[in-house]
């Protein structure tokens, strides 16, 4: 069965400073995709950044970065720069077809 | 546009009532989702719908019904309420694609079964 886990149910970082959330995932597919949401206190679901597995590039976007090791079936997201309003929860998410499944969770705060 | 929305907001069920969740999306998309999330977890998807007239599983559809009679909207079905059932849903759309696009994401639904 494919799962999604996140080892870090929550991180701090200080303003400005850069923070990196795990993420590991098990599935016996190839070519599948990565996600991170953000969600904060007001529940919607953001799209921070997505990865295709048949990429080996690394994703980014703009202060948001992926390190995607496929072999290890790790996804972790860097925040760079790290700004108050990135304090929110924090969802990796695996999919393929039409199933998704998504991990627990990281909480992070952003510390002024 | 108004993307994905969702009602109600809020709703307190006593156990063994019926409700439906409503959800439509103005983007013509094919692809519908309802996941729901239990406090403290990830979401789980329930059921979804690749085009009007199709629905299938996803990983915990027990307790629950779907229809899909047009694109715009994709009602989900609580029969017989029980507090298991007690958590935050949300609905969520996408486009056609052989690439696994961008789902766009309803402001959820709270219930409360009691």
């Known amino acids: 069965a494919q799962t999604v886990t996140q080892s870090q149910p929550e991180m701090s970082v200080q303003e400005a400073e850069t923070v990196t959330l795990s993420c590991t995932y098990d599935?016996?597919?190839?070519?599948?995709?990565l996600f991170w949401y953000k969600q904060p206190p007001s529940r919607q679901m953001i799209l921070v950044i997505r990865q295709e597995a048949y990429k080996q590039q690394n994703a980014t976007e703009n202060r948001f970065s992926v390190n995607f090791q496929k072999a290890a079936k790790s996804f972790s997201l860097k925040i760079s720069d790290s700004q108050l309003g990135d304090t929110a929860m924090y969802f990796c998410a695996w999919a393929w077809g039409n199933d998704m499944r998504f991990g627990a969770g990281t909480r992070l705060t952003v510390k002024p | 546009n108004a993307g994905v929305t969702q009602t109600p907001k809020f709703r307190i069920l006593k156990i063994g009532q019926s409700m439906t969740l409503q959800c439509a999306q103005d983007?013509?998309?094919?692809?519908m989702y309802w996941y729901r999330q239990d406090p403290g977890m990830g979401l789980k998807l329930i059921y979804y719908s690749v085009g009007a007239g199709i629905t299938d599983k996803g990983e915990v559809p027990n307790g629950y019904n779907v229809s899909r009679s047009t694109t715009e909207d994709f009602p989900l079905r609580l029969e017989l309420a029980a507090p298991s059932q007690t958590s935050v849903y949300f609905c969520a759309s996408r486009s056609t694609g052989g690439a696994f696009g961008t789902q766009y994401f309803g402001p959820g639904t709270r219930l409360l079964v009691l």
């Open positions: 599935t016996s597919e190839n070519n599948y995709y």
């Open positions: 983007m013509n998309h094919n692809y």
